[in-house]
């Protein structure tokens, strides 16, 4: 029970860190948040992104048998070497260089920019 308890808590304050870069909160963060965002506030992202994934991954490696390969296990993955500098400069870099493409949402760049080229290295 404790560790419900833990993972409800976990799960509350990764919300309520991501909440302020969402105007909506129906929606995921996007190029035009990001840009408008402080590094503080990039930074909180981030890291709320990383216990989300972090925890998706354990719940997965205990509750999905066998390699089943979820968006979770192979987030984890891709991103386990990042640290979350490194990973505001690529997601800063790809927005400068994409500049018409602000609508494409934080999470996917990170995936398009660092989880699915790793993942190809390690095939």
């Given at each position: 029970?404790?560790?419900?308890?833990?993972?409800?808590a976990?799960?509350?304050?990764?919300?309520?860190?991501?909440?302020?870069?969402?105007?909506?909160?129906?929606?995921?963060a996007d190029?035009?948040?990001?840009?408008?965002?402080?590094?503080?506030?990039?930074?909180?992202?981030?890291?709320?992104?990383?216990?989300?994934?972090?925890?998706?991954?354990?719940?997965?490696?205990?509750?999905?048998?066998?390699?089943?390969?979820?968006?979770?296990?192979?987030?984890?993955?891709?991103?386990?070497?990042?640290?979350?500098?490194?990973?505001?400069?690529?997601?800063?870099?790809?927005?400068?260089?994409?500049?018409?493409?602000?609508?494409?949402?934080?999470?996917?760049?990170?995936?398009?920019?660092?989880?699915?080229?790793?993942?190809?290295?390690?095939?």
């Open positions: 029970m404790n560790e419900l308890k833990w993972l409800r976990l799960l509350i304050g990764t919300v309520l860190i991501v909440m302020p870069l969402t105007v909506n909160a129906l929606r995921l190029g035009n948040d990001w840009s408008k965002s402080t590094d503080s506030e990039r930074r909180a992202y981030l890291v709320g992104i990383s216990n989300m994934i972090s925890v998706g991954n354990a719940y997965d490696t205990k509750k999905v048998p066998g390699e089943d390969r979820t968006f979770m296990r192979k987030s984890y993955r891709g991103l386990s070497h990042t640290t979350i500098p490194e990973a505001m400069q690529r997601v800063n870099e790809w927005y400068r260089e994409n500049p018409g493409r602000m609508d494409v949402p934080v999470l996917s760049v990170l995936w398009m920019d660092i989880v699915k080229p790793r993942l190809a290295e390690n095939q």
